[in-house]
Structures are given as structure tokens and as C-alpha cells.
Nanobody, 123 residues
């Protein structure tokens, strides 16, 4: 599976961005998807995840109520809608996928990673 993350950019605090993660390759195989982020000088951390069924997502406490993860199976894509952005959301955002079905929140749970997209939130 190859993953392509896009949609990052520069936004003011309080603004919104929508990240996309497009899967190709063995995309017909069921997969779960997670979003992670890494700020300068910090460890990569979990942000949100969605299982293959895709009924609802699971979120880190720091983004709960502001971010929404969703998927479009027909387009082999997963999205991260980010609202009410804060300067502390500034990071490179990565999408990751794995052939299992249930939601996962650990980096080690995922086999495939996209290249990352930079989100910068100015104050």
C-alpha cells in the first residue's frame, strides 16, 4: 500500500484545514488508518484513527471535539478535518495504514506510512 498525504499549509489560529490520505497499490485489501503528527523536537504522536468499518473515529484528547476523521472507501481515501486549530497543532502530519480492521493508536500497529504534510498554525 502506498499512501499520499496532502492538504497541509499555513493557517491562522482558529482556522481549519482538511488533510487527505490517498491509498494506492493493494488498496482493495481492508485496512485501518491512523493520523499521527510530529512537532519539531518531539516524538511522533497519535492524533486520530478509523477502522475498516469506518463508523466513527478515535481521537487523542488534545484534538477531541476539534478534529474529525472520515473515509471514502470508493476513493480509497481518508480525511482529517481540523477545526479550531491552535499553534500547538503545528506539526508534520502523517497518515498510516495497516491490513487489520480494528482501530489502533500505536505507531507500531501500522505497516505503511505516507510522507507527511506540514501544518503550520500561526498565533
Amino acid at each position: 500500500v502506498q499512501l499520499q498525504a496532502s492538504g497541509g499549509g499555513l493557517v491562522q489560529a482558529g482556522g481549519s484545514l482538511r488533510l487527505s490520505c490517498a491509498a494506492s497499490g493493494r488498496a482493495s485489501i481492508s485496512y485501518r488508518v491512523g493520523w499521527f503528527r510530529q512537532a519539531p523536537g518531539k516524538e511522533r504522536e497519535f492524533v486520530a484513527a478509523i477502522g475498516w468499518i469506518g463508523e466513527r473515529g478515535y481521537y487523542a484528547d488534545s484534538v477531541k471535539g476539534r478534529f474529525t476523521i472520515s473515509r471514502d472507501k470508493a476513493k480509497n481515501s481518508v480525511y482529517l478535518q481540523m477545526n479550531s486549530l491552535k499553534p500547538e497543532d503545528t506539526a508534520v502530519y502523517y497518515c498510516a495504514a495497516d491490513g487489520a480492521i480494528k482501530i489502533a493508536t500505536e505507531r507500531s500497529d501500522y505497516d505503511y506510512w505516507g510522507q507527511g504534510t506540514l501544518v503550520t498554525v500561526s498565533s
